[in-house]
T-cell receptor, first 115, second 117 residues
Framework: GENVEQHPSTLSVQEGDSAVIKCTYS??????FPWYKQELGKRPQLIID?????GEKKDQRIAVTLNKTAKHFSLHITETQPEDSAVYFC??????????????FGKGTKLSVKP | GAVVSQHPSWVICKSGTSVKIECRSL??????MFWYRQFPKQSLMLMAT?????????EQGVEKDKFLINHASLTLSTLTVTSAHPEDSSFYIC?????????????FGPGTRLTVT
């Protein structure tokens, strides 16, 4: 089955710097890779996702890149702000012909942005 | 769009009692919902997959007689923790799946903090 590894487990950056979180996956059939942000005691929120037919996707200060050959994908946050502080989870699943496997989550990265 | 609600947000119960948690997709129909458990500072652990009109599929190690799941409609799934014990204390989060552009997306409820005394 699918296995998702996420690094680092904790990340501390200064406000305004960039933050990068990396994930690797094991199942080459996976083709859907969402990222979730979870603030303390709250629900995980879908912040961006990428499908395997593209290599990069951007949404304002957030971008995700995918390398299918190496089976890894990364979340990039630029110009970090204190409100970006949260735990970020990557996930992977497959989706073909109207069927989809369950999302497999990484263990999470606690991002702290220091003002 | 894609709002998922969960009720209650927190509950305290005595050991041996049962607790029911509701998960609703408010603005879309969800044929599939998921129940997760999350321990402090840990990732989301999938407990079971709930399909409307059929029996839930439980992950290995999850007791189906203890965690009863019912998916009675396209917008409602319930998780009942039966004969709760202190070790069942945790943060339970549901999520509902919808289809967009041919791919499923999952949206999470706000979670239920269960404390068993």
């Amino acid at each position: 089955g699918e296995n998702v590894e996420q690094h680092p487990s904790t990340l501390s950056v200064q406000e305004g710097d960039s933050a990068v979180i990396k994930c690797t996956y094991s199942d080459s059939a996976s083709n859907y890779f969402p990222w979730y942000k979870q603030e303390l005691g709250k629900r995980p929120q879908l912040i961006i996702d990428i499908r395997s037919n593209v290599g990069e996707k951007k949404d304002q200060r957030i971008a995700v890149t995918l390398n299918k050959t190496a089976k890894h994908f990364s979340l990039h946050i630029t110009e970090t702000q204190p409100e970006d502080s949260a735990v970020y989870f990557c996930a992977a699943s497959w989706a073909y012909g109207g069927s989809q496997g369950n999302l497999i989550f990484g263990k999470g990265t606690k991002l702290s942005v220091k003002p | 769009g894609a709002v998922v609600s969960q009720h209650p947000s927190w509950v305290i119960c005595k050991s041996g009692t049962s607790v029911k948690i509701e998960c609703r997709s408010l603005d879309f129909q969800a044929t599939t919902m998921f129940w997760y458990r999350q321990f402090p500072k840990q990732s989301l652990m999938l407990m079971a997959t709930s399909n409307e009109g059929s029996k839930a599929t439980y992950e290995q190690g999850v007791e189906k007689d203890k965690f009863l799941i019912n998916h009675a409609s396209l917008t409602l799934s319930t998780l009942t923790v039966t004969s709760a014990h202190p070790e069942d204390s945790s943060f339970y989060i549901c999520s509902a799946r919808r289809t967009r552009q041919g791919v499923y997306e999952q949206y999470f409820g706000p979670g239920t903090r269960l404390t068993v005394t």
